[in-house]
């Protein structure tokens, strides 16, 4: 790439909370620009014809045609940065040439090394800005969308109880319900704004604001008793009890 002031990017990612984060970490460097968000390979290859891309952003397992099946139809390739919630394809996506590899959740600090991989002669300054999955006028607005039973699913943050893992889904119980939706809970961890949301155990997270009680082992949300885990104690009742 030329030395340039503006770099124009396309997402491609299946998953709606995924191609929420990578919005918000390329709405923070000022030379990135969003051109477009796809949620299949498909749909990348019709904007890729569309008009030149110089940094693409592309998940790997999708429906239909993979990151990397899209990778071998195209002739000319702008920079790719891989994302995914697998270290098992980064041998494959290297041996591509690939500028980077991401693995869900990703970090912003990972994200700006990333870029920084394919705009080699730049430095980057992130715009300081809170960081949430949505940030409409006001925080207790804030909401994600999930795929659920065919359709897309409005969840608020504000009426989240707690996540429960289920291998590659997570079950979400909110006042309004619970839904289950094909997602990794590390990369869910990583959408929902800390420290109002909790990791207490491998396979729970937690809404501060929702707890009732807790002990040093368990945490009473409602009638629903969640572990704390060894590995998340510590932090988990640092949180919980911070005087």
Partial sequence: MESRTNYTCLMVDDEPPAREVLRRYINQVPMLTL???????????????????????????MPQLTGIELIGTLSQRPKIVLTT???????????LDVTDYLVKPISFERFLKSVSKALPDHKLSPISQPFLPHQPETATDAFLYFRAERKMVKVFLRDILYVESLKDYVK???TKGTIITKYAITALEAML????????????????????????????????????????RQQALKL???S
């Fill in 35 to 61: 051109i477009g968000e796809c949620a299949n390979a498909i749909q990348a290859l019709t904007a890729l014809k569309q008009q030149p891309i110089d940094l693409l952003f592309l998940d790997i397992q």
């Fill in 85 to 95: 919630a697998f270290e098992h394809y980064a041998v494959q996506a290297f041996e």
């Fill in 172 to 174: 979400i119980h909110s």
């Fill in 193 to 232: 704004p800390g420290p109002s949301f909790v990791r207490v155990h491998r396979s729970f997270l937690v809404s501060l604001d929702k707890i009732d009680s807790f002990s040093s082992d368990q945490i009473a949300i409602g009638p629903n008793l969640i572990p704390i885990g060894n590995l998340y």
């Fill in 240 to 242: 919980l009890n911070p």
